[in-house]
């Protein structure tokens, strides 16, 4: 394995692109994998970060084969000789134009919001991805770009054959590539993490870099006073775990993450609330529960009582790292443990949050709880609400249920997560923090 996952690629991409910090770029990453990389390469620039949403014209009785692009903004890119080899008529084109469309405003929409594109009139523009195979969609890619109006335009990836670099030469102004191995297969096999970008990550990465100064160069900032993450092996007494801890400077308290069922401690939604936790002066560890091999039998996400004591024991091997009091903030059976370890005889937990949490999978251990609970759900998550309802009347602590108005149980509403991390951030500094 080259890398062990997107972040990590895009961080050492960052780095092979220093040549450019001076000269105002602008990143756009292709969705969904490549935007995880270039948020990494955006943030190490100092540059502003955007997704490029490219529809590829497949041929109808040859979809592999591309006879163009389209892009925001009308955009239309053609291949006339491809057009005229494949015998395609102004019918047959428009009517590959007309889907392809619906699906390039859905996807602009969807991932951007309300926001407006990047204004690209002039600009160096470096195009991400996680790799490349083909390099048919970063070819179209380039294109759309320089048909927006770049004035250079710079394809940026971790890993390709060296066979598509050497074609893409002509798409690109330059080409970056850390690694062209000659026995490449797939773009995963290079990869330790290769899960799938889900959209939310990519519409919350997206939001993230658009809240921050985009163009703010790179050294001391009030976000590198506050976010001083460092990767750790979390010791439980049986075993490492994988997790972050981020330090902000005079952090009166921390909060330990649970995660839920097909997390991890790469969850974006998490590490977004983790991200404004941070903010407010409150260390975080956010660690991976189970290992990847526990992980592949899905029996053991709702083994609570086992997850429950991992995060005890992590939680013992923090504090003998770092004594300040501590928080437990639970997603989905994840709360379900951190409910359970907290009605354990001399637990010492200062509070716990649930986000869209299974706190019914507690049982009888909801009535010994004696740390203030928050309970927080999204309106439209109606089968979680109701469980929530249920476990709230077993719980004999400080407690509240927060209905987040319209959110799913994803909270991939606008706005939604932002709520999430604000009641969260409110609980945890009133119940950890000294007044």
């Not at 990047?118 to 294109?143: F, K, N, Q, S, Y």
């Not at 290079?190 to 939310?200: A, L, V």
């Not at 939680?315 to 437990?328: C, F, I, M, S």
């Not at 997603?331 to 949490?357: F, H, K, M, P």
């Amino acid at each position: 394995m080259l890398f062990t996952h997107r972040a990590d690629a895009g961080e050492r991409l960052a780095e092979a692109l220093r040549h450019l910090r001076g000269k105002d770029p602008v990143v756009l990453g292709l969705p969904r994998g490549g935007v995880p990389v270039a948020f990494q390469v955006a943030r190490a620039l100092g540059a502003p970060l955007d997704v490029i949403v490219v529809r590829k014209l497949g041929v109808p009785h040859h979809r592999e084969l591309g006879f163009g692009a389209i892009g925001e903004g009308g955009v239309r890119v053609i291949s006339e000789d491809i057009v005229l080899g494949s015998r395609l008529g102004p019918q047959d084109i428009a009517a590959v134009e007309h889907a392809e469309e619906a699906e390039l405003a859905r996807q602009a929409t969807r991932f951007r919001g309300e926001r407006p594109r990047v204004p690209l009139d002039g600009r160096t523009v470096i195009v991400v991805d996680d790799g490349i195979a083909t390099g048919a969609t970063a070819a179209a890619a380039c294109e759309v770009v320089r048909a927006q109006g770049a004035a250079r335009v710079v394809l940026a990836v971790p890993v390709a054959p060296p066979d598509a670099v050497a074609r893409l030469g002509s798409a690109a102004d330059e080409v970056v590539c850390l690694a062209t191995p000659h026995a490449f297969r797939a773009v995963g096999e290079w990869y330790q993490d290769f899960s799938q970008t889900p959209d939310e990550e990519v519409v919350l990465l997206l939001a993230r870099a658009a809240a921050e100064p985009g163009t703010r160069p790179p050294g001391p900032t009030a976000e590198a006073e506050v976010e001083v993450e460092v990767e750790v092996e979390v010791d439980d007494g049986r075993l490492v775990l994988a997790g972050d801890l981020a330090l902000p400077e005079g952090a009166g308290a921390v909060v330990v993450f649970a995660h839920g069922s097909g997390s991890s401690r790469r969850s974006p939604r998490n590490r977004s609330v983790a991200a404004d936790l941070n903010r407010a002066g409150l260390a975080t560890l956010l660690f991976d529960l189970l290992t990847p091999a526990e992980e592949a039998d899905r029996a053991n996400v709702f083994d609570i009582g086992p997850l429950a004591r991992r995060l005890a024991d992590a939680t013992a091997w923090l504090r003998r790292r770092e004594a300040l009091p501590t928080g437990w903030f639970g997603a989905s059976t994840g709360a379900a443990a951190a409910l359970w370890a907290a009605g354990e005889a001399g637990a010492d937990i200062g509070a716990v949050v649930s986000r869209g949490g299974r706190p019914d999978l507690a049982g009888a251990r909801l009535a010994a709880v004696r740390a203030p609970t928050l309970l927080i759900v999204g309106g439209r998550d109606s089968t979680v609400l109701d469980l929530n309802r249920r476990a709230q009347r077993e719980l004999r602590c400080e407690n509240r249920l927060e209905v987040v108005p319209g959110a799913t149980h994803l909270f991939e509403e606008p706005g939604a997560l932002d709520e999430v991390a604000g009641l969260a951030r409110d609980w945890f500094t009133r119940h950890l923090l000294p007044s």
